[in-house]
């Protein structure tokens, strides 16, 4: 991949957070994607919530795999650490990361291809584990890098340019994700900031494995009329059954609403995820009726956004395992390798 520099031209107008940075900060080098992917669209609100977040870069661990999705990493936190991985096997390796230093905070960018067909066995096993990191799949349903052949998440019927209707059914992320036991389910539309900033904020906070899957429209393979992932369609079936609002611990809560109920959901940190419901049946705590409900939509051709489930109660994988708190990248030698009398004592453990 190709890499080209941003001039670093900051306008003195550009506001600065509690850090003194401003949004320019937070950016990585200009994008090799085509003109008009949704997947730029995604960087742009990465890079907003993460400015507004006050989150210094050198804490941030941006993971990935293989694909056009993967590329984004490199046009966002230039400063951060990261890893781009072999194709499917970013899991595995966040895994690794996060064993070593539980300090940072992780997301994963992935695309459908990557987490849905030759990854998804890896996926699953995170979903296993908790791992805490908010793992984002830019999904466009189609190959994009190989000229634009079905993906696992293409939906039943969909056709290509030339007409071909796919004729395998899909995996939906989202609902692979409930069914698998994910502590935190959303998903957002790349045209949509206003709704998929607080959503990346509350899945970064999420002490656990949080999913946001997020419908990216390729514009070269996947945007015409007959695709179920294009601009046009996903706008005209969209449906939010919530909408997020997300307010740092640091913050009084003072958002205003609509009228309709809404739902205050404190995370491990101290910030807040406030709901405002849509649909005023829908609970977001309930993972059955959640499950029903996309199956409901999906049924009539809808697309569901917003935070679609959270459970706050599930440890993640350091808590589950009961892991030392105190990173192991951070250790000293003779923390991480006390010597032959305690490993002794511990094999003794074991007999």
């Not at 992917?37 to 990935?64: L, N, R, Y």
């Not at 990346?200 to 002490?207: D, E, F, M, T």
């Not at 999906?298 to 030392?324: C, F, N, P």
Request: contains cysteine.
């Amino acid at each position: 991949m190709s890499f080209v520099s941003k001039p670093r031209i900051i306008h003195k107008s550009l506001k600065r957070n509690a850090l003194g940075l401003t949004v320019r900060d937070y950016e990585g080098v200009a994008t090799t994607l085509c003109a008009g992917c949704g997947h730029d669209s995604i960087t742009a609100a990465i890079v907003q919530a993460f400015w507004e977040m006050d989150m210094p870069a050198q804490q941030v661990a941006k993971m990935s795999g293989i694909g056009c999705s993967s590329k984004t990493t490199g046009y966002f936190l230039s400063a951060a650490h990261g890893v781009n991985s072999v194709h499917g096997r970013m899991p595995s390796v966040t895994t690794g990361a996060n064993a070593a230093r539980r300090d940072l905070t992780y997301i994963g960018i992935s695309g459908d291809g990557d987490s849905m067909s030759i990854g998804l066995g890896q996926f699953a096993h995170v979903i296993r584990r908790n791992l805490d990191m908010l793992y984002m799949i830019e999904n466009n349903g189609v190959y994009g890098l190989t000229k634009g052949q079905f993906s696992a998440s293409a939906d039943l019927g969909s056709q290509t340019k030339k007409g071909e209707a796919n004729q395998q059914p899909p995996i939906d992320p989202v609902k692979a994700s409930l069914a698998m036991g994910a502590s935190f389910v959303a998903r957002a539309f790349s045209g949509d900031k206003e709704q998929l900033v607080p959503l990346i904020k509350a899945g970064l906070r999420h002490k656990g494995f949080a999913l946001l899957d997020v419908i990216s429209p390729c514009v070269t393979f996947n945007d015409h009329a007959t695709s179920t992932k294009s601009y046009a369609y996903t706008r005209e079936y969209y449906h939010p059954a919530i909408h997020a609002d997300f307010i740092p611990p640091s913050e009084e809560i003072v958002a205003r609403y609509d009228e309709g109920e809404t739902m205050d959901v404190q995370l491990h940190d101290g910030s807040h995820v406030i709901l405002r419901k849509v649909d005023k049946d829908y609970d977001p705590t309930d993972r059955g009726r959640a499950f029903n409900f996309l199956m409901d939509a999906q049924d009539r051709g809808e697309v569901v956004t917003g935070l679609l489930y959270i459970d706050q109660k599930q440890g993640d994988m350091h808590q589950r395992s009961g892991t030392a708190s105190k990173p192991l990248g951070r250790m000293e030698h003779q923390e991480l390798c006390p010597g032959s009398e305690v490993l002794k004592d511990l094999q003794k453990a074991y007999r």
